[in-house]
């Protein structure tokens, strides 16, 4: 039997495996999006230094290979230190792989001057427009039970207590027994009366799937979003898809992305604002299927400015393909996948064949 590429790599390099073979262990958020030539999709965090050292056996299997990584972040990138950050990070990496190019995906149009101003290749592009949008939308046969949902994680930066005036509260949430404990428990004692998605169908936590998360949003009226600051937040395009008009604060991070002022409201800061802003999106009344509609549209936009992108690497590797064709064929949910990293080079090496 032919020895594996990714074989003979450890053969050659066990020095690499040796030093680094905890790391391989580790799962990391990326995809493989193209093989010819490499293209990867990778969802970056506040740690990306972590997630780029994890996945350097991708690195080094390609490194006298021109391949291309697409960078995402869940988390806002809006400061220009930032950006200079990114840039150091690129430069070490291009120092020891030269072949390699980056392309990073900004939520928002701020994240983006400032990354070109470093000298970085910057698209706009919100990864809110990775939802499948199949998944989350209108269920007419639903009825409203609740006049407000937040689906948030149960922690501190989420601000749940901007919400204590709405009487009709429901929560989809995440939840992590053991760093978000205190939270949750405050949580409870400051919504008795509010209803807890999540444990409905079960006497403890249960994480619910899109689909569930889906038929909750649709038993709900407005959608909350109470940060100050993260990342573009997929709960906010999950509640549009959904039909729910928004009631947000202001916020860094570029979840206003897909708003307008039709059926997303910016609020103040305080219990009060939020509640009557809730209330006069209730009054409003707009059809669901209107909101989901032109946030479609908004969505088509940012996807094309992604698939555009992919096809210019094409163009310039000579690749006679047309990304748009592939794109039903590469996409899901959010182009998030965990996997190993070797994972990667032995997608590469299957398909090659």
Excluded at 61 to 80: G, V
Aim: with cysteine; aromatic share 14%; proline share 4%.
């Amino acid at each position: 039997m032919e020895i594996s590429k990714l074989a003979k790599f450890f053969t050659k390099r066990p020095d690499l495996y040796n030093q680094h073979r905890e790391k391989y262990s580790q799962l990391a958020p990326y995809s493989l999006l193209s093989i010819n030539p490499p293209i990867f999709f990778i969802r970056n965090d506040l740690h990306e230094r972590l997630i780029f050292s994890s996945l350097e056996i991708v690195f080094e299997y390609l490194k006298d290979q021109t391949a291309y990584f697409l960078c995402n972040w869940l988390w806002n990138m809006e400061e220009p230190e930032q950006a200079h950050e990114q840039k150091e990070i690129e430069n070490h990496h291009i120092r020891k792989y030269p072949h390699h190019k980056f392309i990073y995906l900004c939520n928002t149009e701020g994240q983006r001057e400032n990354f070109e101003q470093e000298g970085l290749n910057a698209i706009f592009f919100s990864n809110n427009a990775l939802i499948d949008t199949k998944i989350f939308q209108p269920i007419d046969a639903i009825h409203k039970q609740f006049d407000a949902v937040y689906d948030a994680k149960f922690s501190s930066f989420k601000r749940h207590y901007l919400a204590r005036e709405i009487d009709s509260l429901a929560f989809v949430y995440y939840y992590d027994p053991v760093n978000d404990q205190d939270c949750f428990e405050e949580i409870k004692c400051l919504f008795p009366h509010a209803h807890f998605f999540n444990a409905e169908m079960s006497t403890s936590y249960r994480l619910l799937t899109p689909s569930e998360v889906n038929q909750c949003l649709n038993a709900c009226k407005v959608g909350l979003c109470l940060s100050s600051v993260e990342g573009a937040m997929y709960a906010s395009i999950q509640y549009l898809l959904s039909g729910l008009p928004v009631v947000s604060t202001r916020s860094k991070g570029g979840r206003d992305v897909f708003f307008d002022e039709e059926y997303a409201l910016i609020v103040d800061d305080s219990p009060d604002a939020v509640k009557e802003g809730v209330e006069e999106m209730i009054r409003r009344n707009i059809s669901p299927h209107t909101i989901r509609a032109k946030v479609l549209n908004k969505v088509k936009e940012h996807r094309i400015n992604l698939i555009n992108s992919i096809q210019n690497i094409y163009d310039l590797e000579g690749i006679n393909c047309d990304f748009s064709t592939e794109w039903n064929r590469v996409f899901f949910h959010k182009l998030f996948m965990l996997q190993k990293p070797e994972s990667g080079i032995e997608q590469l090496e299957l398909r090659a064949k």
